[in-house]
Structures are given as C-alpha cells and as structure tokens.
C-alpha cells in the first residue's frame, strides 16, 4: 500500500488541492469563468506573455552560459588529471636516472683519478634536478605560463652562471 501511495503521491495532492479550491469556490460563490477571463484580459492588456518570452530568453542564455562552464570545468578536470599522470610518469623516469647516475658517482668517487670538480657539478646538477621536480609538482594553475614560472629563476640563475 505505502508503495502505491509513494508513486501517486503528486497525484492525490494535486487531486487534494483541486477539490479543496472546487469546495472553496463553490461556497464562497466565485465564478470561475470571469476569473478567468479577467485574469487572460490583464495578460493580454500588460504583454505579460511578451515580458515570459522576454524572460525564457534570459533563462535560455543563463543556462547556456551554465553548461558551457561546466563544460570547461569539465575540460579542466580531465587537464588537470593528464598533467598529473605525465608529471608522476616523468618524476619516476628521471628519478630512476638520478639514481642510476648516483651509482655512477659513486664510482667516480672511488676512482682517484677522476676530477672532482666533474663529481661537485654533478651533485649541483642533481641537487637542481630534484628541485625542479619539487616546483613542478606543487603547480596550482596548469597552463604554459605557470608551468614556465615554477622554473624561471633557476632556469634564470643557470644562465647567469654559465
């Protein structure tokens, strides 16, 4: 029963509130008609129907704007999701060959022969590598600009040095 009730509750109230306005008219003597019809004679005389047609154009507009900017945040979010993959992927790859290059060092540092000052500029190197993955990590906005600003200056303090 309460199943029934659930599916047809719009009609029983609906159903509800038309009898009650039927009871209400019929005892308080109103004559629906001439309500009526006083009711379409104020439309006709104040153009509501043109101000509607006015306002279903603004509405149509609200809601195009509304959909194209879900779709851009839709369009955002997919960015955004691809950006994070690839920096996770490049991460991974250049850390691995970081590493694997530490290895080299390692060797080197052993080796008496081999010049130091190769072995400092490559911890510098290093040392600049990470600390740019850590900048490109933490970007906010992705776009070019933003992504070209996380490196400038130390891209800047390179060229300065060389």
Avoid: P
């Avoid at 000052?117 to 970007?139: C, H, P, Q, R, V």
């Avoid at 776009?143 to 130390?154: F, L, P, R, V």
């Amino acid at each position: 029963m309460k199943l029934v009730l659930k599916k047809y509750v719009y009609v029983i109230v609906g159903f509800l509130l038309s009898t009650i306005g039927y009871l209400y008219c019929a005892i308080a003597n109103i004559d629906l008609a001439k309500q009526m019809d006083i009711y379409f004679n104020f439309i006709k005389s104040s153009k509501i129907d043109e101000l509607i047609f006015l306002w279903f154009k603004f509405f149509s507009l609200f809601i195009m704007l509304n959909i194209i900017v879900i779709l851009e945040k839709k369009r955002n979010v997919e960015k955004r999701k691809i950006y994070h993959s690839m920096l996770y992927a490049s991460n991974h790859i250049i850390r691995n060959f970081l590493y694997q290059s530490h290895i080299l060092k390692m060797e080197a540092e052993e080796n008496i022969t081999f010049n130091k000052n190769t072995i400092n500029m490559f911890e510098e190197g290093k040392d600049e590598a990470m600390l740019l993955l850590k900048k490109l990590s933490s970007i906010t906005k992705i776009d070019d600009e933003s992504i070209y600003n996380s490196i400038k200056e130390e891209i800047e303090n390179k060229n300065c040095t060389v």
